[in-house]
């Protein structure tokens, strides 16, 4: 497993809703999320989406105050207030972008208790967010939505930006 880059397909498409239960067993599904942070803390990330590893499905991994924790069929239930900062992704080194995004939210789906060193047991779980793992949580959603930071340049932005760009398609070879 790897960290997939753009302009990779993968991170443009919509990830749908399963029963990860059907898809990997808790075990596969306690392997993945082990890989995930491993890639995730190799490129000093605070959260990854499954399509950015190349997988299909709706699911991310985040570092919440030093703790690793994954969900799958994530939903943020409700978001309120709103703030604008610079962020950053993985799978586009070197661009940053300006974007708005909510301040507190819930967050509802399904995880795996005891990651990775337990009894593995699905359970479904609601969190509450402040205003930086809120930012987190909708910067993931937006991987399994098919959006990218991208999406948000302003026209200043783009011109900022163009280089990391460019270097990211001719690694592409595109």
């Known amino acids: 497993m790897q960290l997939i880059y753009y302009p990779a397909p993968i991170l443009l498409q919509k990830m749908s809703v399963s029963n990860a239960d059907e898809n990997q067993t808790l075990e596969e599904q306690a392997q993945l999320a082990t890989e995930m942070w491993k890639i995730m803390d190799e490129n000093n990330g605070i959260g990854l989406a499954a399509p950015q590893v190349g997988r299909s499905f709706r699911m991310f991994v985040w570092k919440h105050y030093g703790v690793n924790l994954a969900i799958w069929n994530p939903v943020l239930t409700w978001i309120d207030g709103e703030t604008s900062s610079i962020e950053g992704c993985l799978s586009l080194p070197n661009v940053q972008v300006t974007i708005k995004r909510a301040t507190k939210s819930d967050l509802s789906g399904s995880h795996i208790q005891g990651l990775p060193n337990r009894n593995n ?20 959603i937006d991987h399994l939505d098919g959006k990218l930071i991208i999406d948000n340049m302003n026209r200043q932005e783009r011109i900022t930006n163009r280089d990391a760009m460019q270097t990211l398609l001719k690694n592409a070879g595109v």
């Open 121 to 140: 047991v699905s359970s479904k779980i609601k969190l509450f967010g402040d205003s930086s793992i809120t930012r987190i949580w909708q910067h993931e």
